[in-house]
Nanobody
Framework: QVQLVESGGGLVQAGGSLKLSCAVS????????MGWYRQAPGKQRELVAT???????NYADSVKGRFTISRDNAKNTVYLQMNSLKPEDTAVYYC????????????????WGQGTQVTVSS
């Protein structure tokens, strides 16, 4: 059983900052890519940022220069530092982790957190 537990969401004024954390626990062989996605009311879930095990990052254009994704492989934890927040960043933020393991052959599966609300007031 694998669990992703997110924390750090909340209410902040425009221009403020928040830092999200997501810890992966359970039976883990290895974690490949980790990432953050968000879903605003009435919209589809969208990618915010991803980071590979080696540290390569990818960001949505809308958050480049404002958000920073990082991870601690020893703690199986991914972070999202969000600065200069805008009202349009308001959404439920979901953590994602791609777990890989070997059992006769290599397997992989995506796991999701329960989501954490981020609200940015104008």
């Amino acid at each position: 059983q694998v669990q992703l537990v997110e924390s750090g969401g909340g209410l902040v004024q425009a221009g403020g900052s928040l830092k999200l954390s997501c810890a992966v626990s359970g039976t883990i062989f290895s974690i490949n890519t980790m990432g953050w996605y968000r879903q605003a009311p009435g919209k589809q879930r969208e990618l915010v940022a991803t980071i590979t095990r080696g540290g390569s990052t990818n960001y949505a254009d809308s958050v480049k220069g404002r958000f920073t994704i990082s991870r601690d492989n020893a703690k199986n934890t991914v972070y999202l530092q969000m600065n200069s927040l805008k009202p349009e960043d308001t959404a439920v933020y979901y953590c994602n982790a791609q777990l890989i393991w070997y059992s006769s052959s290599w397997h992989d599966a995506d796991y999701w957190g329960q989501g954490t609300q981020v609200t940015v007031s104008s």
